[in-house]
């Protein structure tokens, strides 16, 4: 009887034993599958795609050097959406031309596809948005003129080079690498003004040389803009740095940095590491660049030496003269010198010279007694 029992109950376990194999087998061949989908779409779409990361899924994007895209889109739960998907690329070039292109779906190979304008300029501005079930995604890339697979291949060299987590630059800015270059990047959270320093293997600024530096900024609107080299300024040679002007209410979600010198080009994205997506959601890490500086208050300091250099070298003195009898009177002690009063606003800068003390002895005559007594006598004819 007990012999029975324990067979009975061995049954069972070999039961539910099959059972969760079962399930076990078919959750892997599901994964297997899942997978296998994945993989043919990364192969459809081409190596190096580069992916951003929405709320509700992925968009991954190939944007290739002559404006042809390929894009594959899934949903959280890593499947491939393939229904009710479409969407609507916008470039936008140097000049600030827009051209739009639709995002059709491609049932062959499953990926919405276009046609777009060739890439030409360092950065290139391409705006996109997502129709996946009736609700949009929305996002927008900044492309080397190498497409998304130069942007994919610049990451993995700069990933050789890795920085220590967290160090900041001798300005206290974020250090990014971009091809060759080390580069640090600051905006003053007041101006909006941007620097861009250039540094050595020991972290400490060179001249910037030949180098052009653009920005592809993604925060409350995207904005290109192309930075220009500093002049020169009391305490700071020609070329220190470079600058610019970006409008930034807050940290930006995405920052795209490309720099040409001479012949070669390099492009970074902040914090993107290949292979991995790039989260663009409402709760996506923010790129900090911005901070406190005091460069409005060393511009402000240099203006105001500078305005007391010129009046120290150019002072304006108005001398009043008079004819006759007044001029006479004036030569003896009456010279008015009127001080110079320079303003500048804004910021206002009174610059007050005092007048110089200007004494005039006064002259002296003699005269014989016969002298005086004509000029008396002719003064009481008169």
Known sequence: MKITKLSGAFALLLIAAAAACGKGEEQQVEANATAEVTATAESA???????????????????????????????????????DIGGTLLWKDASGEEKTAPLT??????????????????????????????????GTLHVPAGGTAELHANAKGAADLA?????LGPHGGRIEIVGDDR??????????????????????PVDIGERKVTLGVVADAPQVVVLAP???????????????KLAL?????????????GARSAVALCGYRPGVAFAVHAHAPRV??????????????????????????????????????????NAKAHVHVKAPSVRV??????????????????????????????????????
């Open 249 to 261: 209410a807050a940290d930006p979600l995405k920052v795209t940095v490309a720099v040409r010198n």
């Open 183 to 204: 580069l640090e990047l600051l905006v003053d959270e007041a101006t909006g003004e941007v620097r861009v320093y250039v540094l050595d293997v020991d972290l400490k």
């Open 345 to 382: 606003t804004p910021p206002s800068v009174n610059v007050q010279i005092k007048a110089p003390n200007v004494s005039i002895p006064k002259p002296s005559f003699k005269a014989s007694a016969s002298a005086r007594a004509s000029a008396g006598a002719k003064v009481g004819t008169h």
């Open 105 to 138: 779906f491609d049932a062959k190979t499953g990926l919405l596809v276009a046609a777009g304008p060739k890439l030409e300029a360092d950065l290139t501005q391409i705006g996109y948005t997502l129709n996946v079930a009736g609700k949009p995604w929305s």
């Open 163 to 167: 920085l220590p987590e967290g160090k």
């Open 230 to 244: 500093a002049a020169a300024t009391a305490g700071v040679a020609a070329g220190a740095y470079l600058t610019g």
């Open 288 to 329: 900090k660049v911005r901070m406190k500086t005091d460069w409005h208050a060393h511009a402000h300091a240099h203006a105001h030496a500078d305005l007391k250099a010129k009046a120290r070298i150019d002072p304006k003195v108005h001398v009043h003269a008079a004819s006759g009898a007044a001029a006479k009177a």
């Open 45 to 83: 779409i081409g190596e190096g795609a580069y992916v951003e990361e929405h709320e509700s899924g992925k968009a991954a994007f190939n944007v290739a050097a002559d404006g042809s895209v390929k894009a594959a889109v899934t949903g959280p739960d890593g499947k491939p959406i393939r229904e």
